[in-house]
């Protein structure tokens, strides 16, 4: 249902198809989106600064379009200075894995793993301080929408690195669930589907 509420005696309508969840690690959350389809073709609201229950404080700085080939793994990195980013795919299909590092975090070794698609109209936030990365599922290129709510620094930027097929990302929880079979193992980004 889309969220309705109360504003001054006025019924406003907050064009989110569902409400935000929460995944598996903290800060990490999905919301699907409203699409109105007419005789013209669809309309689709994609960021609002009212929609706090996805953004929280953050605001939205900047915008930018990736397009990612067939096959190409863009993995890992993460940003040490407060910068979260709002994923939304606009064509093709991508599978996006946030993973938990950090040393006295209550989640450390989880990992999130989701498939965003022009299909499923959705946003998915992730906070900077996880590893994160996508890989392009399908045979046609990615269109991936990001806001972020840092400015790109070009003399600083803020990314730290380590490679796609790094043997330390080893996942012991994998969306919550510890049955797995790829949970203990080093990640996979090529590893057949399993359901």
Known sequence: MPNIFKLNNYIVFMPLLTAVKE???PGVKLVDLARFPDERGIF???????????????????ANISVTYPGIIRAWHRHAHGQTDYFLVLKGSIKVCVYDDEEDSPTRGH???MVLSEDR???LRVPGKYWHGFKVVGSEPAYLIYFVNK????????????????PNVIPISINGRRDDPRVGKPWDWLYPPHR
Not at 46 to 58: F, K, P, S, V, Y
Not at 151 to 166: A, F, G, Q, S, V
Request: proline share 5%; aromatic share 10%; net charge negative.
């Open 23 to 25: 995944l598996s690690l």
């Open 44 to 62: 689709t609201e994609i960021m609002r600064i009212d929609w706090r229950e996805l953004l929280d404080n953050d605001e939205i700085i900047q």
């Open 151 to 166: 400015l790109y620094d070009y003399t600083n930027p803020d990314e730290e690195r380590r490679p796609w097929n790094d």
């Open 111 to 113: 990992l999130v793993e």
């Open 121 to 123: 109209m959705q946003i």
